[in-house]
């Protein structure tokens, strides 16, 4: 998959999924050429019930490289790069900031939501390119089959459109699907 930016942002991100024994495994990179030239690298490993277990976010800008591990055991306690983050703990969804992919993860657990519902669930959500890692409530609603309306304190609402896989096709004001030829 890939996207490009829509927002004030210019860039482009790919992406890529497979299947494991166990889950998912996703890997992405995003560029960003201004303003505040920056790049993120992804790797997200997701449950059979689409929650996140394993998280890894490279980003390079000028404040440097940085490197951000985010692990939650069985019972949802997350470490951030091997310690406890007891803040974080419950959270179902690691969502990067940088990149539509992460939205995937709620939208594949919900897609037996009834059209019109909505639920709010805790993410560990990380900022690009300083990742830092902040809790946050995030709702996801339900507007049709395949569209969306996601929110959170801080941000949206966004409408979310999305393919027969629950993969992001737009991320209104933020990305959009590049298709391939």
């Not at 990067?96 to 669930?121: I, K, Q, W």
Request: include cysteine; aromatic fraction near 8%; hydrophobic fraction near 40%.
């Amino acid at each position: 998959m890939a996207w490009e930016r829509t927002d004030e942002s210019p860039g482009q991100s790919v992406a890529r999924a497979e299947s494991t024994p166990d889950g998912w495994l996703f890997h992405g990179a995003e560029v960003l050429t201004g303003p505040g030239p920056a790049s993120c690298w992804v790797r997200v490993e997701v449950d059979k019930s689409w929650m996140t277990r394993n998280a890894e976010v490279l980003a390079f800008a000028r404040l440097g490289e940085r490197r951000l591990v985010l692990h939650a055991d069985g019972d949802r306690r997350w470490f951030r790069d091997g310690v406890r983050a007891p803040q974080l703990d419950g959270c179902l969804d690691v969502d990067v900031a940088a990149t539509p992919l992460t939205n995937t993860f709620p939208v594949r657990r919900l897609h037996d939501l009834p059209v019109g519902e909505a639920v709010t669930v805790p993410v560990a959500w990380v900022d690009v390119p300083a990742l830092t890692v902040d809790r946050v409530d995030q709702t996801y609603h339900r507007l049709g089959r395949s569209a969306w309306e996601y929110r959170d304190p801080h941000h949206g609402p966004f409408r979310l459109t999305v393919d027969d896989h629950g993969l992001v096709l737009d991320y209104e004001g933020l990305a959009r699907r590049v298709r391939s030829r």
